[in-house]
Antibody
Framework: QVQLKESGPGLVQPSQTLSLTCTVS????????VSWIRQPPGKGLEWMGV???????DYNSAIKSRLSISRDTSKSQVFLKMNSLQTEDTAMYFC????????WGQGVMVTVSS | DIQMTQSPSSMSASLGDRVTITCRAS??????LSWFQQKPGKSPRRMIY???NLAAGVPSRFSGSRSGSDYSLTISSLESEDMAIYYC?????????FGGGTKLELK
């Protein structure tokens, strides 16, 4: 069955870079895209970006200058990197399958604090 | 960016009630509208896609409809397991944008 699982550090210092991994199973990254979505505590959902099955990417313009999404198809992993973190980047970060968002990971909580 | 205005932001209803939640798009999004359900501490779950299509495994009491730029999620007969926050999402134009959410509580 299709599964996605996010992993990464729970705490990041302000101005530092966040690195998260989404490990997928039950699907191929060469025929599926993966999106990243985040949710600050007690708030709504924000779409961050997507990596397509051909490796191309699209990003939310609000964070595009700080965000990079990449992948390693051999390891079935998708990576998110976001630099210059601030406290407002504190959120639960989710990865989900493609544009249809029919499968989601459990999410990983990231706190930006010194 | 396309703004998705969701209403109401919260509501309380009784078991068996018919409940409707609405999203209004600031631009034409065609049928590129999905609805998600999120329970506390859980990941969102896709309920409706393409404005009116029921996602796999979703109970038939859920339905989606469209009237112009207004999109609605309706629960025909509310059950206790439906208490959650519901979000709409437009996916026709980047950045994809979610509505602000509707918290559905039991009266």
């Amino acid at each position: 069955q299709v599964q996605l699982k996010e992993s990464g550090p729970g705490l990041v210092q302000p101005s530092q870079t966040l690195s998260l991994t989404c490990t997928v199973s039950g699907l191929s990254l060469t025929s599926n895209s993966v999106s990243w979505i985040r949710q600050p505590p007690g708030k709504g959902l924000e779409w961050m970006g997507v990596i397509w099955s051909n490796g191309g990417t699209d990003y939310n313009s609000a964070i595009k200058s700080r965000l990079s999404i990449s992948r390693d198809t051999s390891k079935s992993q998708v990576f998110l990197k976001m630099n210059s973190l601030q406290t407002e980047d504190t959120a639960m970060y989710f990865c989900a399958r493609g544009v249809i968002l029919d499968y989601w990971g459990q999410g990983v909580m990231v706190t930006v604090s010194s | 960016d396309i703004q998705m205005t969701q209403s109401p932001s919260s509501m309380s209803a009784s078991l068996g009630d018919r409940v409707t939640i609405t999203c209004r798009a600031s631009q034409d999004i065609g049928n590129y509208l999905s609805w998600f359900q999120q329970k506390p501490g859980k990941s969102p779950r896709r309920m409706i896609y393409g404005a009116t299509n029921l996602a796999a495994g979703v109970p038939s009491r859920f339905s989606g409809s469209r009237s112009g730029s207004d999109y609605s999620l309706t629960i025909s007969s509310l059950e206790s397991e439906d208490m959650a926050i519901y979000y709409c999402l437009q996916s026709i134009q980047y950045p994809w944008t979610f509505g602000g959410g509707t918290k559905l509580e039991l009266k």
